[in-house]
């Protein structure tokens, strides 16, 4: 389970640095959004998950660390996906604007020239 997880971390995180240094908003936004599940799922592995113990207190189970698993973790993606969700929201309002104002979606609102494009030069 540890090398699914790992595995799934890293495959977000690269997939999101990737998208992120590409030069369309988009795409930008897409990058941004696979490297906050990256993040929330290396929090969420920090707390040792394990399969089939509650992280909240049961009547008649001892209150050991052995019997339950840790709620910060959880707590803490949770919050993280409220705060990702509202930003990627903010963000998407931006882009819009931005390619209603310069009619392009790149990111810094310049399209490359023709001849640079199709490998022509001077």
């Excluded at 240094?21 to 930008?28: E, G, K, N, S």
């Amino acid at each position: 389970m540890e090398f699914a997880i790992a595995s799934a971390i890293g495959v977000l995180a690269a997939s999101g640095i990737y998208l992120l240094l590409r030069a369309r908003t988009f795409d930008v936004i897409l990058g941004l959004t696979l490297l906050s599940y990256a993040t929330n799922l290396l929090i969420f592995s920090a707390g040792r998950p394990v399969v089939g113990k509650p992280p909240v207190l049961r009547d008649g189970v001892a209150e050991t660390l052995a019997q339950y698993s840790d709620p910060l973790p959880q707590a803490l993606v949770l919050t993280a996906i409220v705060i990702a969700f509202a930003m990627t929201a903010v963000t998407v309002v931006i882009a819009m604007r931005e390619h209603a104002d310069l009619h392009t979606d790149h990111v810094d609102g310049e399209e490359p020239d023709d001849e640079r494009r199709s490998g022509g030069g001077r």
